[in-house]
């Protein structure tokens, strides 16, 4: 069964789309991550599976029930925010179970609960602190706590660790993925760091300007963008894109195998060697510890390269350059991708 399905689901703002008639569906028990530059429309379906935005149009179903015209209340579902949204004069306890008590949940399950979430997170030392007195990852733990505490089988997170320094943000996915796969939940999160989505994603939903641009797990979104956007948006160095006259990379005489229709060639810089037949001239290096990335020129095209981050290369030298014809990605006009 599917957790979230869209029907032709839209959103609009005026004459502005914040999302175009979209057809979606995200798996029971599935990690789906809603990935996109801001303004792509990724936070507003997000609300609207939560029912806190109303469609313009379509029909929106959670676990096989349509929801459309239901409150968020009825919903069956939960939801982390990027700011926490804690109350600061309650206790890391009251916050966690404000919910239950606004639904009246009964005195004796709000204790078990609360006990067994609180545990669950590592909390159970900070029940009695505010806010105020716990760290950044700390909070995010209250927040996710509030959310679970609900026994929601959908968690719907809108870029959750944002506000966390990088490190605390890499434990921090390990943990959220972790505790996902130990309790079974559909989770729908929403991030601009393409880093969390290929880490922490069974599905990958990439958006641009309101609309789907490519649904896959992260080895096929990485490996088959199905466009131009997705081969660059994806990956920690974006993809090179060079274009192509008569079967020849545009502006020097290296020949190419590309196929009918193609007008560009993707290749990514880790499957660029240093060791070929295509003389190229280092422009410049960056060194990012593991990996020395080398922006070389051929004929009056840039390539940038992935190096171990021991090699020594220095700018305006010449390197040799080789790939895989099977490593290379062919895009057409319309810059949709050539199978």
Not at 56 to 68: A, I, L, P, R
Not at 91 to 114: D, M, Y
Not at 170 to 177: A, D, F, H, K
Request: charged letters at 20%; proline letters at 4%.
């Amino acid at each position: 069964m599917a957790a979230v399905q869209f029907n032709q689901v839209s959103k609009w703002w005026g004459p502005t789309a914040a999302l175009h008639a979209t057809d979606l569906i995200l798996g029971e028990g599935e990690f789906s991550v809603l990935l996109g530059p801001s303004g792509c429309g990724k936070t507003t379906t997000l609300r609207l599976i939560a029912g806190l935005e109303t469609p313009s149009s379509g029909q929106t179903f959670v676990f096989g029930d349509d929801v459309t015209h239901k409150a968020p209340a009825a919903r069956g579902v939960s939801m982390v925010f990027q700011n926490y949204a804690l109350f600061p004069h309650l206790s890391v306890a009251e916050n966690v179970v404000f919910g239950l008590r606004i639904r009246k949940t009964p005195q004796s399950e709000i204790h078990s609960r609360l006990s067994k979430t609180l545990d669950l997170l590592g909390l159970s030392a900070l029940r009695d602190r505010k806010p105020s007195q716990l760290s950044g990852g700390q909070q995010q733990r209250v927040a996710l706590a509030r959310a679970l505490v609900t026994d929601s089988k959908l968690c719907l997170m809108d870029e959750p660790l944002s506000n966390l320094d990088a490190k605390l943000r890499q434990s921090m996915r390990e943990e959220l993925r972790a505790l996902q796969q130990k309790l079974g939940l559909s989770v729908v999160y929403v991030t601009h760091d393409q880093t969390e989505a290929m880490s922490m994603a069974d599905q990958v939903v990439l958006l641009k300007d309101g609309k789907i641009e490519q649904q896959a797990t992260p080895t096929n979104i990485y490996q088959k963008p199905a466009s131009l956007f997705v081969a660059q948006f994806i990956g920690s160095t974006k993809m090179n894109v060079l274009p192509i006259e008569r079967l020849r990379i545009s502006g020097t005489e290296i020949v190419l195998p590309a196929p009918e229709g193609a007008t560009s060639l993707g290749l990514r810089p880790e499957d660029i060697s240093l060791s070929g037949n295509i003389a190229a001239t280092v422009l410049s290096t960056e060194f990012t510890g593991a990996d020395l990335l080398v922006h070389t020129q051929i004929g009056n095209q840039t390539l940038t390269v992935r190096a171990d981050g021991k090699a020594v290369i220095q700018p305006n030298t010449q390197v040799n350059l080789g790939w895989h014809d099977s490593n290379l990605h062919w895009f057409d006009a319309k810059g949709l991708r050539i199978h």
